[in-house]
């Protein structure tokens, strides 16, 4: 009996001394500590932060209002609170940065007018179905003739003016989004990224004379005033299409020929519009970006930097409350949930990694711009950044880089395949200027820093973008808690890896 009593003794010891040994390709961390990462955040813990950040109180997250500081200081303090340092050259969770803001008062005013012999006939559109008041946009009021002028661009040096042989002094002008570039080249896509600005588009037609713009893309935008006497609204497809009735111009085709012939398209549409805007302009603002580090164990690895970033701001009050549930509290929740799983876990990591959510991602990608300008050391160290923006919903994962640094993905699919087991894409094209452009991961990828843009694919119903919609009724929490599963099991390994340095140019 005491021979058995003995065997069994010997036998715990040794199971026990198994189970604590590191597992392989972990570094020094055990199976314990794994699982306890595994396992860090619940679903419960998911709802309550997302409650947190799209609460009234926070104003929607406009960067400059105090919404903002809100969230940002209740981050901060989470962060804090798990045991994250602030990164030592910043000396603080906050790296602060002006930036000037707007604040929408009201709902704003549109009308269609149209001449009919002696009789003007008013048409009145809708805030929210037919247009949107814009942070662009300066406060007053407006009533002019619309003229229609493409992408309101006047590139010289591209023989490309869409200003060229039209008078727009005094009057209102209908402008499309983007370029009418549609190419791929890198080069060119690079000479057309400036005049692709909203605030150049503005700035050009008040050069040219015109004192509003309708921007023919029907979205909010928070973005600050650019000329306190020049007014802007964002319209639905179907109010421009009202204004160009008549002309004996369609608005598709005349979409579809400004890019297939890069030739400007621009008219007058006979008819006059009157708009109303009522904004208040802060040119002093300032915000800031929130950032903490895990920092590495080993004395030289702990020089390479692994980001894990997400926009925390969103558009605040225009004039109703934009939540910002999927764009971006969720890309927000689940760095943060990374960061919580790894620290309380006591993981160790060769490597520090970097949390790092963002100021002023929707008015201009300012703050990972400002954070990347401002880098205290080599850019060669920052390994790579992974770009969390509006990961909240579907049943599958999808991790896109561009081919130099493809070497990366393979950590995703075999973290995914050891510990979460959902359909995964990984792709990797040819490195393009402004990968996915209006996200923070461009501003490191057009640096030529490894970027990989991670989310969650496969939603059944339509995705809310820019509305007061965007709220709990369209996150799915389960696909947000695997997300931080793979996320920190993949950053465990990475953090521990021999090598990380991916392919060149």
């Known amino acids: 009996m005491k021979h058995r009593f003995s065997l069994l003794l010997i036998s715990l010891f040794f199971a026990a001394t198994l189970h604590a040994q590191p597992v392989a390709g972990y570094g020094q961390n055990d199976k314990d500590a794994l699982i306890k990462a595994l396992?860090?955040?619940?679903?419960a813990t998911i709802t309550d932060w997302m409650h947190t950040l799209i609460a009234p109180e926070m104003r929607g997250r406009l960067?400059?209002?105090?919404?903002?500081?809100?969230?940002?200081?209740?981050?901060?303090?989470?962060?804090q609170g798990w045991g994250l340092k602030p990164l030592a050259p910043i000396g603080s969770y906050f790296q602060e940065f002006l930036q000037p803001y707007t604040l929408v008062k009201d709902q704003g005013h549109l009308?269609?007018?149209?001449?009919?012999?002696?009789?003007?006939?008013?048409?009145?559109?809708?805030?929210?179905?037919?247009?949107?008041?814009?942070?662009?946009?300066?406060?007053?009021?407006l009533e002019a003739e619309v003229v229609y002028v493409g992408h309101g661009i006047s590139a010289y040096e591209m023989g490309y003016d869409e200003y060229a042989g039209i008078d727009v002094r005094g009057k209102i002008v209908i402008v499309e989004l983007g370029s009418p570039y549609t190419g791929t080249s890198p080069d060119t896509l690079e000479m057309w990224y400036p005049y692709a600005q909203t605030d150049y588009k503005i700035e050009n037609a008040a050069k040219h004379g015109a004192k509003g713009m309708l921007m023919a893309y029907m979205a909010a935008n928070p973005r600050p005033t650019v000329l306190p006497g020049f007014l802007y609204l964002s319209v639905a497809d179907h109010v421009v299409e009202e204004f160009l009735a008549g002309t004996g111009k369609e608005l598709k085709t005349v979409r579809?020929?400004?890019?297939?012939?890069?030739?400007?398209?621009?008219?007058?549409?006979?008819?006059?519009?009157?708009?109303?805007?009522?904004?208040?302009?802060?040119?002093?603002g300032k915000t800031s970006n929130v950032v903490a580090v895990i920092e590495g164990s080993d004395p030289v690895l702990k020089n390479e930097y692994m980001i894990i970033g997400a926009h925390l701001d969103h558009l605040g009050m225009m004039p109703v409350l934009?939540?910002?549930?999927?764009?971006?509290a969720s890309g927000s929740v689940i760095a943060m949930g990374v960061a919580k799983s790894l620290a309380e876990a006591g993981i160790e990591l060769k490597r520090t990694m970097i949390i790092l959510l963002f100021g002023a991602e929707e008015v201009g990608l300012a703050g990972s711009s400002w954070f990347v300008e401002n880098w205290p050391y080599d850019r060669e160290q920052i390994k790579f950044m992974i770009n969390l923006d509006m990961v909240g919903r579907g049943n599958s994962f999808f991790a896109a880089t561009s081919?130099?640094?493809?070497?990366?993905?393979?950590?995703?699919?075999?973290?995914n395949e050891r510990w979460v087991h959902r359909p995964i894409l990984t792709r990797s094209g040819p490195w393009t200027f402004s990968f996915r452009p209006r996200t923070d991961g461009a501003v490191f990828s057009n640096e030529k820093i490894p970027a990989i843009h991670f989310g969650a694919r496969g939603a059944t119903t339509r995705t809310l973008y820019h509305v007061p919609e965007d709220d709990m009724r369209q996150?799915?929490?389960?696909?947000?808690?695997?997300?931080i599963k793979l996320l920190t099991m993949s950053i465990i390994e990475m953090g521990n890896a021999k090598s990380l340095e991916t392919g060149g140019f």
């Open 39 to 43: 396992h860090g955040i619940s679903e």
């Open 63 to 79: 960067a400059g209002d105090i919404g903002y500081d809100r969230s940002a200081q209740w981050a901060a303090e989470e962060l």
């Open 111 to 141: 009308q269609l007018k149209t001449r009919i012999g002696r009789q003007t006939i008013s048409k009145p559109f809708e805030f929210a179905t037919d247009y949107w008041p814009s942070g662009l946009s300066g406060s007053g009021e």
């Open 256 to 284: 579809e020929q400004i890019k297939s012939e890069m030739k400007p398209q621009s008219f007058s549409t006979g008819k006059q519009a009157f708009m109303a805007v009522n904004t208040e302009f802060f040119p002093d």
């Open 322 to 328: 934009f939540p910002g549930a999927l764009d971006n």
């Open 403 to 415: 081919e130099p640094w493809k070497e990366l993905l393979p950590f995703f699919e075999r973290n």
């Open 475 to 483: 996150i799915e929490v389960e696909i947000m808690r695997d997300v």
